[in-house]
């Protein structure tokens, strides 16, 4: 009872703000300080809280000397309640960086009541090196070491080279880190064949001259043998015309065999040089991004604060090694946004069934990327919205969900400073302004999703009383953070992929200051005309995947064309709006069309019959030599789901290619080719 007094007289503001009280039982780390560079050290937090809860935990890391600005490293998320004690989940920190006394944070918050409380306490982490010589140990990544050299002169910079003993393969460097004396010089070293001998070196450069270092000897430990790795098979291995020195390929296979999902590296020949996988091993792990210097942007199943699904609902950036950098959660995310103001956007905690108007933010999907300014990340999160009876054609007679997309922006710190919602730009072509979406222009073929239906998103709002499958209205795939656009100044702004629609969209962002609304739309039916000089029977893409502006100053767009549209013509309200398609070939094509934005026109570059249909799934990137590559990620080839990684030699005056390249595995989502695993592209 007094409880609910002390909780009635918050809300009523007729008590002072310590009505409800936040306390920090026990911070509690499973190693006692000091631990070497490199050591697991799990943080367990427990509380109490005098108010219902739930309560929600948060960890920063400031680095020695430094501060808690931008050291987030798990964001509010749900604990666990016994009795009166509240109990965090687990925090994993693996400190690589640099020796010295670190900071530890807890904060603690209820979000119902308001109330929060934080903790800090020190943490010494020692150097692995203890006196002149640089050393290589294991970490829990077989294929992974942790190279550390000692200290080296402020002003200069420094990098580890490392090649087989038998110098049988080109050799790999890292990027240039700067020196930061006392500190030792710590690297991670990725992308090695498994039971293999290296021998590595750090290389000092001071004033343009470069030094190399006692040289390392590290043998790598073989790949694990607990699940089951996929299998590359190079169709086309590589040649002379092949761009070896892009001579990475990674990718994120989808389930395979039961196995977890993986993040895995090859060389070009398909032998396998690095993998990521969560621990324990994860049921869905969905690789975005790989980053500059190591490191990878991801999506993962994992609690967060709603209890109904566990899918999609984390996003995390890890290092070469595999551990967590940085992660947040849809919970999070949905409180960020509320504190903006937004609308529609938050928890999906509405009775059942949700009346029409209800919306809200469901899980992460699809794409996250980290190349917009200031180290900003962006990430797709799906919306569910309740529409009256009727809405997209449904004849239920039943409210229908209609999914949708929002593109959300989060600071350094991982903290939502931007948004786009397309349920508020759904009005078509209004009387000011540009066009936008039309809410009454469903998919194009039709697509719907069930309750734990593959290809969708968690539902939380379908169920009793609402039409039984809900409209995929949008389907967004994949984002791209376009810096200087030709025609639209020196801010960026970011292009976006509607599967469903079959268009890609470019959204007003200009850096954080934009209006969200949809400047253009192109693909059939949109802003753009397409200049057919090649007279394909049907020369648009359709449920397309992996957009990227590849020459920022001639305006050529890579772009995966699955061909969806093309392969099976919609009948439905599509096919009477003037974009009946023509009649195409039956197989995915790898793209590259040059637009112009002050005319409107697309004209095909490339447009590569890549010898298969990928149903789903897909990517697309220019090479620095002129070659493409494209990944095929669904294909079904006798009965088995296959994907293929391709490199494609464009013709001159024509827009087909040869097939220089072709690596031959089970189904993929997305992959990239890449000189090493510190080098990503950037689109």
Known sequence: MRKLIKLSLCLAALCIPACATVTIVSLVPSLVSPQILGKPITWTVTATDSNAGPLTFQFNVANPGGTFTNGLAKDFNVGTVYGDTWTSQPFVWVPTQVEGTYEIQVVIKDFASGESAAQTVPFKVTPLVTGNQPVAVATANPLVALFSAPSCASGSSMRVYFQQESKSTPATITNWLACH????????????????????????????????GAPVNFTTGPLPTDFTFPTFNPV??????????????????SNYQGSPDLGVATDLSGNIIWYYNTTPPAPYLLITRPLANGGMLSIQNGVAWNPASQTMQILRQTDLAGNVVRETNTGAIQQGLIALGATGLGPCNFPSPAPPGSACLGAFHHDAIQTLPNGYTAVLVDVEKIFPAGKQGDTSGLPVDIEGDAIIVLNQNWQVVWYFNAFTHADGCPPSGPCQLDINRPAVLGETCGQSEPGCPPMFLLGPGIAPLAKDWLHGNSIYYWPTDKFGGGSGDIVWSSRHQDWVMKIDYKDGTGTGDILWRMGPCGDF???????????WFSHQHDVGIEDQGAGVMSIFDDGNTRVSPPTGPYSSTGCKPGVGSGNSRGMALHFDESTMKVMPVLSADLGSYSLAMGSAQLLPDGNYFFMSGWSLVSNQLTSYSMEILPTAGADTGTTVLNVESQEEYRGWQMTSLYNPPIT
């Open 529 to 539: 005309t397409f200049v057919n000089k090649y007279d394909d029977p049907w020369p």
């Open 181 to 212: 004396p006392p500190g030792t010089m710590t690297f991670e070293i990725a992308g090695m064949y498994p039971t293999t001998a290296y021998q590595m070196m750090a290389q000092t450069e001071t004033g343009g001259v470069v030094t190399n």
């Open 236 to 253: 086309v291995p590589p040649g002379s015309q092949t761009d070896t020195t892009f001579k990475v390929l990674l990718s994120d296979p």
